[in-house]
């Protein structure tokens, strides 16, 4: 990605704890970064507790809201992590530590650089942690299109909830998106988040949606051509991903934004009249990256791939 010089990779800066308890419950917090979780608290979770495991999770959340100040400046920014949505207030869930996008939306709020958000969350499996932390807070629209038979089985109340069926392939996901971005769009938000789960592809060991490559080729161009004709600013995500060949879900993270930000393709697609200083800004963004791979997860994940460890 690095290597057609349209996008700058970096490692991402630690979060620092204060970030943190924008959108966390400060003993949470605490007992998390100094290793005093209960032991069904770490179950939870997922992942074993180790001081690697605190350093990897600040970074992911620090990658966000890097790429939050990024998109500031420049109209978007991205992460290669994050999208941890099932982090909720005050405990982890499915491999997910800290919500990065609550974090950074609150960020955003907190600094009066935002004050209506909309996270748009794709993944196949419902952002309940996002959907919770926003539950009673207006200013914040979050949106979740999941398949319905997954996990979390006992589901939160997003402001928007579109659960797709078993088998749901690219035509039914496109058309359900398509109405439901509109939706989104009428709430007239200042900033968007995207988390780009890459898990309702076919070939996702984990999805039970069947979207093709194509297809999700196609739900992220919708997304972001969306975002950008209303000119919000925004930051997308990665999420989760299992599929097998692993191959798959990486083409699928990594297609859309080869084809489509600040490429040819998307100058194109605008003609020349519409060659203003947003595209151009597009082109100058960077992508902020940390030392470890993105995830989302449920707690069986890791034993489906037969992994010990988190990956
Ligand atoms: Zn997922």
Known sequence: MASDGRFCLEPAPLADREAIELAHDPEYVSAFLEGTLSAPAIRRIGFPWSEELVQRTMASVGSTLAATKQALANHWGGTLAGGT???????????????????????LRTNNRANRIAVIDLDVHQGDGTAQIFRDEPNVLTLSVHCEVNFPFRKQQSKIDVSLAEGVGDAEYLRTLEET???????????????????????DALGKLKLTHAGLIARDRMVMEAVRERGSPFVITMGGGYSKPIENTVLAHFEPPRKFLGSDESDSQEGQGEQTGRCRAYEVNRIVIHPSTAFDGRADQAVNNGAKEPR
Do not use: K, M, T
């Open 85 to 107: 949505h099932h982090a909720f207030r005050a405990e982890g869930s499915g491999f997910c530590v800290f919500n990065d996008i609550a974090v950074a939306a609150q960020w």
């Open 181 to 203: 971005l509109s939706r989104v769009f009428e709430f007239g938000p200042e900033f968007v988040f995207y988390q780009a789960g890459a898990d309702p592809l076919y070939s």
